[in-house]
């Protein structure tokens, strides 16, 4: 049986980004593999290394859940949790940065950028939660795990730590493969499609969340930055605006981008662009409406207790195991 794990930090709004690089492409594998087992959780653990309000933190933790389930992801087939309800991934969290080093935290772009971007009272845990996202891979012996790009550094670390961990205390944890999406693994900020759209990102015109409604998603599409050179080409380097622009259209209609490339060759950017955002509404609109009915619901949190109740009981069985194997415990 094949195991597929991953997880989504609940922090600010939901968006374009994360629907195309890890929500579509969970919901696209939970389709196309047979004999799997998938768990998907919301990171709320995670969200505590910057500094939340916590009646957000709290809706935007079951906002994530019903997102999932309006994407379209089957709770028959998966198992959908919250990371803080499992207590067994802070525990072997610090297991396992207790087998991390400073030198590979130091080398985490992810906290670089965000720590550069403070200059004072840095959360210590921005620094160390490598090391639970290590954990919340290996407590349950995944085979695969999809992310988008910038989560790549994080899996390589957690790679090496479980190697680590299986060479002082033999052999004990599976070595989990990123799976990256070709297309859509990094959708960039419409305002400076350089840099990553992120839902914690403060300037919201470059950013299309999952909640924005129809105005709010053609007016951003219609003023996302591109270029001078008056040509639909797919070059992330010279023409990183419509290259974007060209990722989100592929990355709904889950298309290649050459298929796109080909539909848009003779035309002009306006039209690219007046398109771009009716393919998006399309998306978007339908989403929202199955995430309203879902937010209410009592299923929702029926999905969210059985979820806990399954993971638990493969996650105490892991700790108890690896406690052992590092010396704790009377016997
Ligand atoms: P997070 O919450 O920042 O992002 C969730 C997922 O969305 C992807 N993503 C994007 N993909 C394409 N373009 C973008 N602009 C974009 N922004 C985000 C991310 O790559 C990710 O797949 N630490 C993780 C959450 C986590 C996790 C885990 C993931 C915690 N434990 C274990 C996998 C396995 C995070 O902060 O992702």
Redesign the pocket.
Known sequence: MTRI?????PTGSL?L??L???IKRFVRLQEDMEDTEFFLFI?DL?ALTSRQIPHKLRKHTLDVAAMYLAAGLDPEKTTLFIQSEVKEHAELGYLLQSNTYMGELERMTQYKDKSSKQNQNIISSLFTYPAL?AA??LLYDADY?P?????KQ?LELTRDIAERFNHYYHDFFKIPEPIIPKV????MDLQNPTK???KSEDSDKGCITLFDNEKQIRKKVRSAVTDSYRKIAYDPVKQPGIANLLNIYAGIREEKIETILDMYEDKTYKDLKEDLAEVIVAELLPLQERYHKLIKSDTLQDILDKGREYAQNIAFKKVRKAKRKVGLGRK
């Open positions: 794990v991953s997880g989504i930090k968006t980004g994360n195309i690089g890890a990171a995670h996202m919340d891979i795990v992310v988008g790009d910038d989560q994080h859509g693994a990094r959708i990553k759209m992120s």
